[in-house]
């Protein structure tokens, strides 16, 4: 296991949510982090949380937009590990009422700005480095109706690593894969029916509750510095693939 004191760390998504868990593990790891989304307001605002004494950065970046991906890259430089927790509420239509706009946004915005990170990050990933891509549990547990397209994506992804690993050897490439995670987006997706949501999964949960970001960071952690784990699949969902 390998040591992230000093090593630079990119988090996409990293200004809250999952995002911000990884950015803050990492930097009680003694890292660098960059964390990187399209709000600059809270950027700043997740800066200050995280408190890093100088050791995190800011940067103002929309994922789907490859000019802005490539920025970023470029002011960031030579950096160590690269993690992708970004996302947009999914779509939930049932398939007959399927709005395509919305759809081609949320592809956009989780797989193809997948694939623009790595096609970016490649040209200054150090040796030794690793790509980390979050995908989820609704490719096990697709709610039912409007899942097909939010379990198409999510389970993309590990086909997406297994392929990257080979093609990018050494570099390593893999997948967490969450269940539900008390984030500021499941107040977008049910505002203040969440508690009542999280209440009934939580009991049905073999691990007694709904994860919080701090519950889910480690398992990116030790794929940034397990240098023998490459192109799998981490599920860290305290048992939800089970009920």
């Known amino acids: 296991m390998t040591n ?19 950015a ?3 930097l009680e790891n003694g890292a660098q982090v960059v964390i990187a989304g399209r709000s600059d307001e809270k950027l700043q605002a997740a ?29 960031v430089g030579a950096f160590d ?19 395509m706009d ?11 700005g997948a694939v623009m990170l790595a096609k970016h990050a490649v040209r200054s990933l150090n040796k030794g480095g690793s790509m980390i891509f979050t995908s989820g549990i609704n490719k096990d547990r697709p709610p039912v109706p409007g899942g097909s397209v939010v379990s ?17 050897a050494p570099t390593r490439v893999n997948i967490v894969s969450p269940g539900w995670v008390d984030t500021e987006m499941w107040d977008e997706i049910v505002g203040e029916a969440k508690s009542g949501y999280f209440e009934q999964m939580g009991a049905r949960l073999p691990a007694g509750k709904i994860a919080k970001p701090a519950d889910i960071a480690p398992a990116y952690l030790y794929l940034m510095q397990n240098e023998f784990m490459t192109g799998e699949t981490i599920h860290i969902d305290g048992g939800q693939r089970l009920v």
Request: glycine share 14%; no cysteine; net charge positive.
């Open 4 to 22: 992230l004191r000093n090593k630079k760390i990119i988090v996409v998504g990293g200004s809250s949510g999952i995002g911000f868990g990884v």
């Open 24 to 26: 803050a593990a990492a």
């Open 47 to 75: 800066q200050k949380r995280l408190a890093g004494a100088g050791r995190v950065t800011g940067i103002a970046a929309h994922m789907a937009n490859e000019a802005d991906v490539a920025r970023l890259f470029g002011a």
């Open 81 to 99: 590990h690269l993690v992708a927790t970004a996302g947009t509420p999914p779509p939930n239509y049932p398939i007959g009422e399927t709005d």
């Open 102 to 112: 919305f759809v081609r946004g949320f592809v956009d915005s989780k797989l193809i």
């Open 152 to 168: 198409a994506v999510a389970g993309s992804f590990t086909y997406f690593a297994r392929a990257l690993a080979l093609e990018l």
